[in-house]
């Protein structure tokens, strides 16, 4: 089963910055089949990227994702308040396994 | 309105088993899957398994296996997850979670629940 390693672990941001997070999948993900995912403290996640780069209904163009086999990156382009949060990839199609999560917190 | 609603918090002893139940709204039920997540406290998401809403199919992870039953109700559109042997390190927040039919193949999860509280203790 393919591993989905994020990193960092924790990255600490200003608003107004870019923040770059990073998923690595220790076997080529099938079909480039990954997904991101926002959690805010006591919330559901919710869905921000699938198919690695396309935007779900309603999340802001400054959400892009990237990559594909097994690097994938999350790229937010100006952090605002409400994105200081907890982002998870999830790869689907074949199997279903998640990263283990980055903090993006407030410097 | 689209949605997914869990039912509320469990307090269970060690050994016993505790169901959780997720009530869809909003759309053809028979059209997507349920996934159950879990999430332990200050911890990140774990896929527990899913159970497609067209026939009752269901997969697990092999954690589970022995542990975890997933049925439909699909008279009521409700999806209900039951774990059995319950131990301390089952206290988690549950989410069941949708994701579309594909013929076979996992899709996404573009609506959640808002999650159900278990708590296992003496």
């Known amino acids: 089963e393919s591993v989905l390693t994020q990193s960092p672990g924790t990255l600490s941001l200003s608003p107004g910055e870019r923040a770059t997070l990073s998923c690595r999948a220790s076997?080529?993900?099938?079909?480039?089949?990954l997904a991101w995912y926002q959690q805010k403290p006591g919330q559901a996640p919710r869905l921000l990227i699938f198919g690695a780069s396309s935007r779900a209904t309603g999340i802001p163009d400054r959400f892009s994702g990237s990559g594909s086999e097994t690097d994938f990156t999350l790229t937010i382009s100006r952090l605002e308040p409400e994105d200081f949060a907890v982002y998870y990839c999830q790869q689907y199609g074949s199997s279903l396994t998640f990263g283990g999560g980055t903090k993006v917190e407030i410097k | 309105q689209v949605q997914l609603v869990q039912s509320g918090v469990e307090v269970k002893q060690p050994g016993a088993s505790v169901k959780v139940s997720c009530r869809t709204s909003g759309y053809t039920f028979s059209s997507y899957g349920i996934n159950w997540v879990r999430q332990a406290p200050g911890q990140g998401l774990e896929w527990m398994g899913w159970i497609s809403g067209f026939n009752g199919d269901t997969k697990h992870a092999q954690k589970f296996q022995d542990r975890v039953t997933m049925t439909t109700d699909t008279s009521t559109k409700t999806a209900y997850m039951e774990l059995r042997s319950l131990r301390s390190d089952d206290t988690a927040l549950y989410y069941c979670a949708r994701e579309n039919l594909m013929n076979g193949v996992h899709w996404y999860f573009d609506l959640w629940g808002r999650g159900t509280l278990v708590t296992v203790s003496s």
């Open positions: 076997q080529s993900v099938w079909y480039n089949y």
